[in-house]
């Protein structure tokens, strides 16, 4: 972090002295060494020197004393003593000019420098450098246009920034800039600073902007009364502009490019609610957010780039060539400080120094040498430089030691010197140590653009000598990886694309393009290049993994020298990819040339010498050893009653309160009326030290209002018993009165040093909250500030007296002021509790007394969360300040973590009894609120819910997702081209003969036989068959089906091994090329083992074409051959592949926390389950992936997506049953699909292709005959057929139903067979049989048993006679199928037709038996409209002015409170909200609506009335105003309905009409239709994991809306016999979800009804039994499902226009949208208005006006013709607009109604709506009414 730092130093450091040689140079350093150990003696008493001073003061009476003794005369003695004072006073000046003149000869730059400083700082820059233009023209333009420049902000603001505001969010719809003055002061340019020394093709400036602007922007949001605002903007900083290329044509300069070498400085002077961001800290934090935008795009290395004309390549301009090279040798240094030391220091050593040089980034270390304080290291780098002048070299130097190496010094050098010197070859003094010098010649290195100096510079760098191991280098290699095309897929799926560039042994790594064959990666990377003609720059392209490649490039650099500027910038075809993969690359070689005719004679540096200072801070040892006490106060009880009334005749209650007073804190809670019992639920902080001695006093008042607080008693706590006990939670009693106690819990937080816990400990303390509003704090920052040093003097030239001011947050803490000294010395240690150490910011300022600042720091608390032990301890740059003015500081943080927090480790000492703690259900309440994530509040009394704070999605994220969602979606999926192009191919493993016999018997005496079984691999799959017991010819039987895409080289391998004990024996391998299946299509032979004597195998294997075809035929031909087929391994050939392609969702639901999903999504599709990946934060994610599964019952299966955010919170879902897909052309969907239990706007685009499997077996095969024992075997089986097809057909001749129902084995397998071989199965045949009637009207059914000790398997066998599904039969929900029972545990041999005929089974109802009542609830329906002639209740002034009132309504009914919204000052207010609620028909109820005027403290009442339910029921409809009752005036208009159900889907596509049409300000949407549902009871459940019956429940879900069942006793066949109803918005697109569980924690299967196959229905009922996913094949659940459409009477009204609205309601208008693509024209047809807001009597007269938003210049403006006196007016106008495709979706239609008749003073806008065109399908006409809005809104 350091490194981040710009190194300061005093003015001193920077003047450096002129050495003519080495030699010189190195006697000054020594003489200074001396000068400093003299300097450094200390003083003391000297008897030489006493008796030196005794001597001459006797020399100086002598004279004296011979003159007297003589008689001499005094005047002689006068005369004598002037002369000797004359001459002593001119030998002294003498001395002094001298010295003044040597001292300016050894450093004349220093000693300038220290004169003028002092005036140089105020000055601006054009008159500190000479070479810096003061440009007061360009200011004068400024100042002449920056009116005209505020013109048009403003304008941008309110006509473009404003709209769009309010478009992104619900809660800005109100939102507008009510001032935009950019004010009177221009933004200035200081100067402007040319560099004439670059390249002739460019024109390199600085700018140095100063705007100090009196702006003054103000922002009301009408709906929540907020004004807001900015006053005042500062922003200094210098700007460097490179104009390049330079043409020969208008505009000369082809583009611009623009950036700040250092940050800015900004300054913003919020107002209004925004003048929170002023407050200390959150003025740091704001404005640094928004540097932080500024320097994403607008600090180096970041840059932004204008063209000016079309053609250039902006990717070069914004990762331009390099300025040149610099070539770094470091030689040598000298006077190093001895660091080692030895014999516990007794012996002094010397050191072991190495060196770390910097450059940017770029960073390289020397070896180190032993034991020397002059060591030669005669090493070379070379580094590149992209910006001079600007970067600079930093040194540092360090003594190696084997634990923490010695800081020896450090210097620094301007890269921009070495430019233009060529070669700098000087001894540089070290900085911050006592003595040092290191030796360096520096070379500028340029670049040449051709080879013809190569030859040169290769001969030139064999003389270069350098103990490093890299050689110099003489050129650099700059290529720019652009992109790539056509990339290979990577197993069936994209890949994520990177490249790996290497030359030689150096490889750099691109950043990963996620899932897709077209990357752009838009990167340069840099090389050193030793020898061009020898070496090769090797291109990899591989995925994520790094091991798969992905496409291969290798390019010789010898190639570019054979290019006119040494540039290759084309497409290049890779290798070992696909024939159309090429990457676009542009290589750049340049050579490197030092230029030595420009080297000047004299080669020096200039160096200067600083003073040592400390590195790091020496705290005092108690430093950061407090500790944070958190008193929580929670109640009291009893407390003794102070207030008397009456005189004193009636004892009253107590206003209590309580001050807590500890450490010379004290804190006071709220006072609590008339309580004797109070609860106060608030916390308190406090940082303490754990000194001894310390006490926590509480003491209790009673708050009186004249005369002084009533004491209610007191306590004492000591602060070490609190510390001892860490956590302590009782009642203790008040002291010195009669009764009362307090509730507290005390807590003494301990700390820790782990940032890891952040986000746990944050998540703890978010569900806290309590009535003092205060945050509990996350950490504790602890501060020390040691010293500063290098602070500019003030103006008149003094030092300053210097203070610090340490602001954390709300929290200010001041130093010492210092003596006059610019380098003072505080020596100072704080403390301040961190709220969110990721947001806080520790922000110091420095200044003279303070009232003159200085200087300031801003250290961000989230860059310690980063640092070791989360501790700062440096020196720090300071801000505001001259470059060399520093602060030494230490920042050390600390977490506080709570003993209640999980995961905290924290042993309580002493713990409360039981019946002193409360019991924590009381402690902990939840948030009644559905919606929001559950709250915690730790209270000891219930608080309102309206209290919880619910975080907002921010307004900044809203605004980006809405101009994300403007980008027009695509209208269907664009998978690859290899999308679907999988196969099957299906292998039979019948039989084989002659095998090897492994076993031996009776010590091998007796030739034994083999238990053979097979193994299978093709591709990446793996099959096992079962084994076979002491069998030479062994029958297997067994299918095995795999997903492949032919590829070559691809072969099928089947080895065979005998089963033993130990190790398996081989008997033998045969491998079939997958080339010549996919040719035959078909084989059926055997083929003969390898490797071994004998043995052979019969495989039958088919490559299974897919069709497309939705002809009924193709699929009932693949499912009469899946019902032909019997195989061992109960695998069943599949009929189908179904192919998935996800594209991308949009306008997917925030999380609960507020922040966008990561989504991912989970495809089930049986039991076979895929994973997206997880994308990004955002709300339109994109996966482009694909998945594949095989399909056994195309009329029965179904494809379930879950989508949630990283795995853990579920966003919605989809259901696509398979049976869909059989209706669509192709057997193809691909749409945009609405997600369940989302958004209603939530969409994901997917592609779902089914392809039927078209199989050439018409036969089941057979196995050979090889024994008597299988021949025998077959018998039984065929004869067992036989007999089960002769009972069906004696059924099948009864007056039953004409379909047969077919019973299917288990369906838990795995799709993939693979999973299904892996099980062992017995060598018996399965046996047959048959399940009589369950009840009269269905057949028998036949089904093949599993053996009871087998697992599920793929086997979904079914055989019956002819089967053909019927067509309109909804495969899974008929009855027919469901009348079942399988026998098992019977062999096959041993059943005869008349046996089966006796087995019994148990009776199952078909039907339900819901209770008569069921279905009998309706919806009432209440539209609040609006209210008139309300009470006023607010007064201002005392009483002296009547106000209005703030009236809200409350709603009763059933149980159910509905509340409206508040109306802010408005006695006759339009709320415009809509509840419904579902209620019995039969009930006696009243509706009870009640009216209030919202007041901070408590409501007022406005009035209430009742209606009665009966007379809504028999009424229907009713729409009136109803008469406040108990007040003197007001009424409310309401529409109430009783909505009637019906049993058809008739009038469907009306009531979804009515949805569109109507809005309200709740954001409510009518309900379409009641889901009645009767779960009655299960069947054949599946028994727990543990073996044991479950106790089933299940839970219900439809949309947001769960219910659940009781949970039954444990039992496989569960009775309920519940019901429950739901509301039903969209029945097309909703879902019923049920799921089964036992004891809600292990899931036994779940049943998906999508709510639209009601729709088909008679009655819309579905009363069937129902197969459970996920169970047993026998599971299935009974139960009713009644859909009853809600008709409202409000349907009747579309068409007649009448809808009801209150009476300030704007009305709708009708419009038709389209878009001509060949006349590249946008149609806009104007139908009609309907319900315009009347503002006379006789109407209005009105038009419409449009427009296509952003229009600066109105050229888009149209209007229709005036309708005169007509709220209903028809306009049927047409209005064309000339616009390319491609930016409409761009653009926005703004349609106005305005009144053509209105007054100069009232509006001329009756209402507004704007149309985003990307969210239109233009591609066909749209004609719909659009309701209109507030234009405000």
Not at 301 to 309: A, C, H, M, S
Not at 1453 to 1466: A, D, L, Q, Y
Not at 1700 to 1727: D, M, W
């Amino acid at each position: 972090m350091q490194s981040e730092k710009p190194e300061s130093s005093d003015p001193k450091d920077t003047s450096t002295a002129e050495c003519p040689s080495s030699g010189d140079a190195e006697k000054k350093a020594v003489a200074a060494v001396d000068t400093q150990q003299q300097v450094s003696k200390p003083k003391g008493i000297s008897a030489v020197a006493v008796l030196w001073t005794f001597g001459k003061c006797l020399g100086a009476l002598l004279p004296v004393y011979l003159a007297g003794y003589y008689r001499v005369s005094t005047s002689l003695l006068v005369c004598g003593m002037m002369v000797y004072t004359g001459w002593k006073h001119a030998r002294e000046a003498k001395e002094a000019r001298l010295k003044s003149a040597f001292q300016l000869l050894d450093n004349e730059q220093e000693y300038t420098s220290s004169k003028v400083s002092k005036i140089k700082r105020d000055l601006p820059a054009w008159v500190n450098f000479p070479d810096v233009e003061k440009v007061e023209w360009l200011n004068k333009v400024l100042h002449q246009v920056w009116p005209f420049v505020g013109q048009y902000l403003e304008k941008l603001l309110v006509e473009t920034i404003a709209p769009s505001i309010r478009g992104s969010s619900a809660h800005l719809q109100t939102l507008s800039f009510t001032k935009v003055d950019m004010g009177t002061k221009p933004m200035k340019v200081v100067g402007i600073k040319a560099h004439t020394e670059n390249d002739k093709g460019q024109v390199l400036l600085d700018l140095y902007i100063s705007y100090v602007g009196n702006v003054e922007i103000n922002v009301e949001v009408k709906r929540y009364f907020c004004k807001a605002g900015v006053k005042g903007i500062q922003l200094h900083g210098m700007m460097r502009v490179i104009l390049e290329p330079l043409i020969g044509d208008v505009p000369i300069v082809g583009a611009v490019t623009m950036f700040f070498i250092q940050r800015p400085k900004l300054d913003i002077n919020w107002t209004g609610l925004t003048n929170l961001l002023d407050i200390p800290g959150l003025n740091v934090m704001s404005d640094s957010m928004i540097m932080d935008a500024i320097a994403s795009f607008l600090v180096l290395p970041n840059r932004l780039v204008i063209p000016l004309v079309p053609g250039l390549h902006v990717a070069h301009l914004r990762s331009p060539l390099p300025r040149g090279v610099v070539r770094i040798h470091l030689l040598e240094a000298q006077n190093l400080v001895a660091k080692d030391s030895y014999v516990k220091g007794v012996m002094a050593g010397l050191s072991d120094p190495y060196v770390i040089l910097r450059v940017g980034p770029q960073s390289f270390t020397s070896k180190h040498v032993d034991n020397t304080d002059s060591p030669k290291w005669g090493e070379i780098y070379e580094v590149i430089v992209h910006e001079v002048p600007g970067q600079e070299l930093e040194v540092e130097v360090y003594d190696k030691d084997p634990d923490q190496d010695d800081f020896l010094g450090r210097t620094k050098l301007d890269l921009g010197i070495v430019r233009k010197s060529i070669v700098v070859d000087d001894w540089f003094n070290l900085k911050e140590t006592q003595s040092g010098q290191v030796h360096f010649r520096l070379e500028w290195l340029s670049l040449l653009p051709s080879s013809d100096r190569l030859e040169q510079v290769l001969k030139r760098n064999e003389s270069v000598k350098s103990k490093t191991s890299d050689p110099a280098s003489s050129a650099i290699l700059v290529v720019y990886l652009d992109k790539a095309e056509a990339l290979p897929m990577k197993k069936n799926k994209e890949p994520n694309p990177m490249v790996q560039l290497s030359v030689e042994d150096v490889t750099r790594e691109s950043k990963t393009c996620y899932t897709t064959v077209n990357p752009e990666w838009e990167e340069a990377f840099t090389f050193f290049i030793h020898d061009p003609l020898k070496q090769d720059i090797d291109i990899q392209v591989k995925d994520a993994d790094r091991v798969q490649s992905l496409g291969s490039l290798t390019i010789p650099l010898s190639r570019l020298l054979s290019t006119s500027n040494l540039s290759l910038d084309q497409w290049f075809q890779l290798d070992n990819a696909g024939d159309a993969s090429r990457i676009y690359v542009n290589a750049v070689l340049r050579v490197l040339w030092l230029d030595e005719e420009r080297i000047p004679a004299d080669v020096s540096s200039h160096l200067s010498a600083s003073k040592q200072l400390p590195q790091q801070t020496s705290p005092h040892p108690s430093f950061a050893t407090e500790g944070l006490l958190r008193i929580h106060l929670l109640g009291g009880q009893n407390l003794v009653p102070k207030d008397n009334l009456m005189g004193g005749m009636v004892k009253g209650k107590s206003d209590p309160y309580v001050k807590l007073n500890i450490g010379g804190e004290t804190f006071t809670s709220n006072v609590i009326k008339s309580n004797l019992n109070p609860t106060w639920n608030e916390m308190y902080e406090v940082i303490l030290t754990q000194l001894p001695g310390q006490d926590l006093f509480v003491e209790v008042f009673d708050r009186d209002m004249d005369v002084k607080d009533d004491f209610m008693g007191r306590l004492k706590i000591s602060l070490k018993d609190i510390i001892e006990s860490q956590y302590t939670d009782q009642w203790y009693s008040l002291n010195d009165v009669k009764s009362g106690r307090i509730h507290l819990i005390l807590e003494w937080v301990p700390t820790a040093s782990d940032p890891d816990r952040l986000d746990q400990v944050l998540q703890f303390y978010s569900r806290q909250s309590y009535q003092n509003k205060v945050v509990p704090s996350a950490g504790l920052l602890f501060v020390y500030i040691e010293q500063a040093d290098g602070l500019p003097v003030k103006k008149s030239g003094k030092d300053p007296k210097v203070g610090a001011e340490i602001t954390l947050g709300q929290m200010s803490r001041k130093t010492t002021v210092c003596d006059r000294t610019t380098s003072p010395r505080w020596n100072e240690a704080f403390c301040y509790p961190v709220q969110d150490p990721r947001e806080d910011i520790l922000v110091i300022k420095f200044s003279h007394s303070w009232s003159l600042p200085i200087g300031s720091l801003v250290v961000p608390i989230r860059e310690l969360l980063s640092e070791p032990e989360m501790v700062l301890d440096q020196w720090f740059s300071l801000d505001g300040a001259s470059p060399e003015s520093q602060v030494l500081l230490r920042a050390d943080l600390k977490m506080l973590i709570p003993s209640k927090c999980p995961g905290a480790k924290v042993t309580s000492v002493s713990e409360p009894s039981p019946a002193q703690r409360k019991p924590e259900t009381d402690t902990i309440l939840r948030s009644s609120s559905v919606d929001a994530a559950p709250v915690e509040t730790i209270v000891s009394a219930v608080t309102s819910h309206e209290d919880v704070d619910v975080k907002e999605p921010d307004a900044t994220e809203e605004k980006v997702e809405d101009s994300l969602k403007a980008l027009r979606q695509p209208l269907h999926t664009s998978p690859h081209l290899s999308f679907a192009s999988e196969g099957v191919l299906r292998i039979i493993l019948m039989e084989a003969q002659s095998l090897v016999a492994k076993d031996n018997k009776m010590g091998g005496m007796v030739k034994g036989k083999s238990d053979p079984y097979a193994k299978i691999s093709v591709g990446d799959f793996m099959f096992k068959s079962k084994v076979i017991d002491e069998n030479l010819n062994p029958v297997w039987n067994e299918m095995y089906e795999a997903v492949l895409r032919p590829v070559p080289g691809l072969e099928v391998q089947v080895e065979v091994y005998d089963k033993d004990m130990d190790a398996d024996d081989f008997l033998g391998r045969l491998k079939v090329s997958v080339a010549d299946i996919i040719s035959s299509q078909l084989t059926d032979q055997w083929y003969t083992l390898n490797d071994v004597k004998s043995g052979r195998v019969r495989l039958i294997m088919e490559w299974v074409p897919t069709v497309s075809c939705d002809d009924e035929d193709t699929l009932w031909n693949a499912m009469q051959l899946q019902s032909r087929r019997s195989y061992k391994n109960k695998a069943s050939p599949s009929v189908g592949l179904l192919f998935v392609y996800l594209d991308r969702a949009h306008s997917l639901p925030y999380k609960k926390s507020g922040k966008e999903p990561k989504a991912g999504v989970e495809l089930v599709f049986r039991n076979t389950v895929y994973k997206t990946k997880v994308c990004e934060r955002s709300r339109s994610p994109q996966w482009d992936e694909s998945f594949y599964f095989l399909v056994d019952y195309a009329q029965k299966d179904m494809l379930i997506m879950k989508l949630t955010s990283a795995w853990d919170e579920v966003i919605g879902s989809l259901v696509i049953p398979v049976s869909d897909l059989l209706s669509k052309p192709q057997l193809v969907l691909d749409q945009w699909i609405h997600l369940d239990g989302a958004l209603p706007e939530s969409e994901i685009l997917l592609r779902a292709e089914l392809k039927i499997l078209s199989s050439r077996m018409t036969e089941a095969p057979q196995p050979s005959e090889t024994s008597s024992y299988k021949e025998e075997m077959f018998t039984r089986t065929d004869e067992a057929f036989k007999a089960a097809r002769k009972e069906e057909e004696k059924m099948s001749e009864l007056p039953t139903h004409d379909s047969v129902a077919v019973s299917h084995q288990s369906e838990a397998a795995e799709s993939h067979p693979a999973a299904a071989a892996e099980w062992t199965a017995p060598a018996e045949p399965a046996a047959i049989h048959i399940a009589p009637e369950t009840f009269p009207s269905a057949p028998a059914l036949v089904k093949e048993a599993a053996d009871a000790e087998e697992p599920p398997s793929h086997s979904h066998t079914a055989i019956s006679g002819d089967f053909k599904p019927q067509p309109k039969q909804t495969e899974g929900f008929g009855l027919d199928n469901l009348a079942q029972t399988t026998v098992t545990s019977l062999p096959a041999e041993t059943l005869e037709p008349a046996e089966l005929k006796e087995i019994s089974a148990e009776v199952l109802p078909p039907y339900t038996a819901p209770p008569q009542d069921f279905g009998d609830e309706g919806v009432l329906r209440i539209h609040l409209l609006e209210a008139q002639n309300l009470v006023a209740k607010d007064n201002l002034m005392g009483g002296m002015v009547k106000g209005k009132s703030d009236p809200y309504v409350k709603i009763y009914i059933g149980g159910v409170t509905f509340k409206s919204h508040v109306i802010k000052e408005n006695l006759n207010p339009t709320w415009n909200e809509m509840y419904e609620t579902v209620l019995s028909s039969n009930s006696i109820q009243e509706i009870k609506f009640e009216a209030f005027d919202k007041d901070i403290d408590s409501d007022d009442f406005l009035g209430r009335f009742t209606i009665k339910l009966n007379e809504v029921i028999r009424m229907q409809y009713t729409d009136q105003w109803y008469t406040l009752k108990d007040v003197k005036s007001g009424r409310i208009h309401l529409v109430v309905e009783w909505v009637p159900t019906v049993s058809n889907s008739v009038r469907l596509e009306e009531v979804l009409q009515l949805q569109s049409l109507q809005s309200y300000q709740n954001k409510a949407v009518a309900f379409a239709a009641l889901l009645f549902v009767h779960i009655e009871r299960a069947h054949a459940l599946p028994l727990k994991k543990s073996g044991k019956e479950p106790k089933a429940g299940a839970e219900l879900v439809l949309g947001e809306t769960t219910h659940k069942t009781k949970l039954c006793d444990r039992s496989t066949s569960p009775e309920w016999n519940e019901s429950f109803y739901f509301l039903v918005r969209d029945p097309k697109h909703q879902m019923l979800v049920v799921k089964l569980s036992s004891g809600w924690d292990q899931p036994m299967g779940s049943l998906v009804v999508p709510v639209k196959n009601l729709l088909t229905e008679p009655q819309l009922v579905l009363d069937q039994w129902f197969h459970l996913d996920g169970a047993s094949s026998q599971s299935q659940i009974l139960l009713r499902a009644e859909l009853k459409i809600l008709e409202s009477k409000m349907v009747d009204m579309i068409s007649a226009g009448t809808l009801p609205c209150a009476a300030s309601g704007f009305g709708q208008v009708k419009l038709s949208l389209s878009y001509a693509s060949q006349e590249r024209k946008l149609i806009v047809v104007v139908h009609a208005c309907r319900g315009l807001a009347s503002q006379g009597k006789d109407g209005v007269d009105s038009y419409v006006s449009l427009m296509l938003l952003p229009d600066k210049s109105k050229a888009t403006k149209r209007k229709t013709g005036v309708k005169k006196r007509d709220l209903q007016p028809e306009y049927n106008e047409r209005f064309e607009y000339d616009l390319p495709w491609e930016e409409v979706r761009f653009r926005r239609l703004s349609v106005s109604v305005k009144n053509n008749s209105a007054s100069f003073r009232s509006r001329d806008v009756i209402g507004q709506v704007q149309i985003e065109l990307a969210q239109v399908d233009l591609t066909s006409v749209v004609t719909d009414w659009f309701t209109l809005k507030d234009e405000a809104e």
